[in-house]
């Protein structure tokens, strides 16, 4: 796979804006067949020597927003917990697709659900630090499966000056596939170079995993990274053909 590198120009008609700060990002290595029936007509696992992903992000909404404007104040800011999957289009356009995407704030929870049909759920959700270590906690409230929970921590590590090539097919994704009313859509996105950091994780005791339909994680992650966060344009949604 050759590196993709973020697009020359940022897009030129916002269609949302917000900030991604404080993420945790772990992921692992799944044999594409695995994972192929769950992403939309269309797309197929996009693949790095042969293998794919299953990611577990958690992070900081900060300032969401139509357009290039201010934020929605309140609702514009929460906390989110995704796991999603990679994906390339006919196009060779490489996304990601959300399995869920647990949100602390039910506003955004149900616009997303009714816009784009991304499976959101409404959780309760917070982040503890402690210095170096952050602790990512989450309990889904709606919809199920109830009660399913995530608490990972992590202590963040020194800069990455250079991302390897799995850390940059991990973190540096230029859109997202969803489907959304008989279609198959792809949004752009933009967003500055990634500051990554390497992290270690401390402690993981996740259920929405397997609760988003993926197999259980076979052992620890093979990728684990931090990032203080980027600033995030995202383009209109266009038909995947």
Known sequence: MEIEHAPVRAIRWAWLA??????????????????????????????????TYVGLIGFRMVGLG??????????????????????????GRRAVVFRSLDASRLVPVLVAQAS????????????????????????????????ATSRMTIRVGAPIPEPTPLEHFLTARWGLHTRAYGRTRHLPNWHPQWPLHHAELLHLDDD????????????????????????????GPTSVR
Do not use: I
């Not at 269309?42 to 042969?50: A, H, N, S």
């Open 18 to 51: 917000q900030r991604w700060h404080d993420l945790a990002f772990l992921h692992w290595a799944v044999p594409p067949e695995r994972v192929a029936p769950l992403l939309p007509a269309g797309t197929r696992p996009d693949t790095l020597d042969g293998l």
């Open 66 to 91: 139509l357009g290039r404007g201010p934020g929605v104040p309140y609702f514009g800011t929460f906390w989110e917990t995704n796991v999603r999957l990679y994906s390339v289009d006919g196009s």
């Open 116 to 147: 784009l049909r991304l499976p959101y759920k409404w959780s309760s959700m917070r982040l503890d630090r402690a210095g170096d270590t952050l602790t990512y906690r989450c309990r889904r409230r709606w919809p199920g499966p109830a009660g």
């Open 208 to 235: 929405l995993v397997t609760a988003a339909g993926l197999p259980a994680p076979d052992g620890p992650p093979v990728s684990e990274l931090y990032s203080p966060g980027v600033p995030v344009v995202f383009g």
